[in-house]
């Protein structure tokens, strides 16, 4: 088996990741960044965020374990005192896996034929920050609403508990096949309305957005920031990829969400 370990830059991942790989090598395993089929991230869930982007051209024959070195995660599982019992786990390892839904984003450009596409594991949000944005929001080739505000997120499910829940949107089980999306900064008066509320869009359908002024955005996939010139219209799906991490444990979803925003 082809491990790749990816750690922050805090001292304690540092150590941490430096004695797993320390504890792989010893149990034969081969330490690679190229084509590993499993990767370990050790840190955060912006850690295991960076990994994603990292192998995203791989998702079909990576899969990902998440070791955390503060708080539990959403994406991480295992604690830096459990390394010796999650070396066993890969020595016994029988590839199975759990996956989650990711985002798909394209993007088109009033100046270019040429869309572009990416992928996000948490959320993509889309802002004007010079003006008021205005979008003409579809649901599945249907106009909806003309959205006027600072911006507008689409999360999937994993991405629940991160910004969309900042914004007040729900948090969905990953189990749940669908994203949603998330207004930001709404104006709502009596001259401009839109919805207001979190919308969850079933997997079969798709959420396009006509940008109504020819300007620059900025455009944020997960913890990316990218300046976007003539950005035109977006269309945001899920994916028919997904990301696989390695199931050798399994962490119940609401205990994950007690932890992380009760702590009771
Ligand atoms: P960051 O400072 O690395 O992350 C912000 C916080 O979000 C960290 O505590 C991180 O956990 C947590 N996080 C990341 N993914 C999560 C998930 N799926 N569920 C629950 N918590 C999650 O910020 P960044 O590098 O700019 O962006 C990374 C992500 O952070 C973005 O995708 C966005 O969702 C989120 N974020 C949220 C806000 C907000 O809520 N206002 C603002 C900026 C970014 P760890 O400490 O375990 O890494």
Redesign the pocket.
């Known amino acids: 088996m082809k491990i790749a370990v990816v750690m922050n830059d805090s001292p304690k991942s540092l150590k941490v990741g430096k004695e797993l790989k320390q504890k792989l090598i010893q149990e034969d395993f081969e330490i690679t960044k190229d084509r590993p089929n499993v990767v370990i991230t050790v840190g955060?869930?912006?850690?295991l965020?960076n990994a994603f982007h990292t192998y995203v051209d791989q998702l079909d024959t990576v899969r990902f374990i998440g070791v955390?070195t503060?708080?539990l995660?959403?994406?991480t599982d295992w604690r830096d005192y459990e390394i010796d019992q999650l070396i066993k786990s890969l020595k016994e390892d029988t590839s199975k896996s759990v996956t989650y839904p990711l985002l798909e984003v394209e993007l088109n450009y009033s100046d270019s034929e040429k869309s572009k596409k990416y992928l996000a594991l948490?959320?993509a949000t889309v802002k004007n920050l010079d003006k008021t944005m205005v979008a003409e929001v579809y649901i599945k080739n249907e106009l909806f609403e003309t959205f006027r505000g600072d911006g507008l997120s689409v999360s999937t499910p994993?991405?629940s508990?991160?910004?969309s829940k900042?914004l007040g949107g729900a948090v969905l089980h990953p189990r749940v096949n669908a994203i949603q999306l998330n207004e930001v900064a709404s104006i709502n008066n009596r001259v401009y309305r839109s919805l207001g509320s979190p919308m969850i869009i079933a997997n079969d359908e798709w959420i396009h957005l006509d940008l109504k002024r020819g300007d620059s955005y900025q455009l944020h996939i997960?913890?990316f920031v990218m300046n976007q010139e003539n950005l035109s219209s977006m269309t945001l799906k899920l994916s028919e990829k997904r990301i696989q991490f390695a199931s050798y444990r399994h962490t119940h979803f609401w205990r994950r969400v007690n932890d992380?925003f009760i702590g009771e």
């Open positions: 955060g869930d912006g850690t965020l955390h503060g708080h995660g959403f994406y948490n959320e994993t991405g508990t991160a910004y900042s997960d913890h992380a």
